[in-house]
T-cell receptor, first 113, second 112 residues
Framework: DADVTQTPRNRITKTGKRIMLECSQTKGHDRMYWYRQDPGLGLRLIYYSFDVKDINKGEISDGYSVSRQAQAKFSLSLESAIPNQTALYFC????????????FGDGTRLSIL | LAKTTQPISMDSYEGQEVNITCSHNNIATNDYITWYQQFPSQGPRFIIQGYKTKVTNEVASLFIPADRKSSTLSLPRVSLSDTAVYYCLVGGGHQAGTALIFGKGTTLSVSS
């Protein structure tokens, strides 16, 4: 089983819809991250959480929100999806000894029409 | 947040040693340097991490000069399966309050 599981793996939806991407991990790590990847732009940090009570904005948090329901779960929501949020989304985790992501999920490919 | 600069792309042949250098002139005292590998349609995979001097594991070596303003990932005897994008990431350890931003990475193409 994967250490970091993202669901769904693929999603196609329409502009204006609310979407939730889910991430769960079995690493026992305190720290979790959401990144977005666009062609030619590398990975950009959306939100990160260093523990259940800690939520921080990354460099591109506008239009997104997150929820850290438990140590093992970190969800990303698009409140009202727009086409330029079409991208590949990655969840990652790390232990408390580092704030550099160590384990990534396989990504969610999101298309907004 | 430390900014990193890497070559956009590199080409190599099977069996050669590949060195990818990353510049990080504004690295902070408590920053670590981490390298990742990413294949298409997969999440990045942690390769190696270091703070100073040299670190070696089963897949790569990481060379960090004394001033820590750059680092070099060394892949010995690459194979076709090493074709991927490689990211250098610089940031603090557990004391830091901020997470990290990836650069655009280096696309390594290995040919036979």
């Amino acid at each position: 089983d994967a250490d970091v599981t993202q669901t769904p793996r693929n999603r196609i939806t329409k502009t204006g819809k609310r979407i939730m991407l889910e991430c769960s991990q079995t690493k026992g790590h305190d720290r979790m991250y959401w990144y977005r990847q666009d062609p030619g732009l590398g990975l950009r940090l959306i939100y990160y959480s260093f523990d259940v009570k800690d939520i921080n904005k990354g460099e591109i948090s506008d239009g997104y929100s997150v929820s850290r329901q438990a140590q093992a779960k970190f969800s990303l929501s698009l409140e009202s999806a727009i086409p330029n949020q079409t991208a590949l989304y990655f969840c990652a985790t790390s232990d408390r000894l580092t704030n550099q992501p160590q384990h990534f999920g396989d990504g969610t490919r999101l298309s907004i029409l | 947040l430390a900014k990193t600069t890497q070559p956009i792309s590199m080409d190599s042949y099977e069996g050669q040693e590949v060195n990818i250098t990353c510049s990080h002139n504004n690295i902070a005292t408590n920053d670590y340097i981490t390298w990742y590998q990413q294949f298409p349609s997969q999440g990045p995979r942690f390769i190696i991490q270091g703070y100073k001097t040299k670190v070696t594991n089963e897949v790569a070596s990481l060379f960090i000069p004394a001033d820590r303003k750059s680092s070099t990932l060394s892949l010995p005897r690459v194979s076709l399966s090493d074709t991927a994008v490689y990211y250098c990431l610089v940031g603090g350890g557990h004391q830091a309050g901020t997470a990290l931003i990836f650069g655009k990475g280096t696309t390594l193409s290995v040919s036979s």
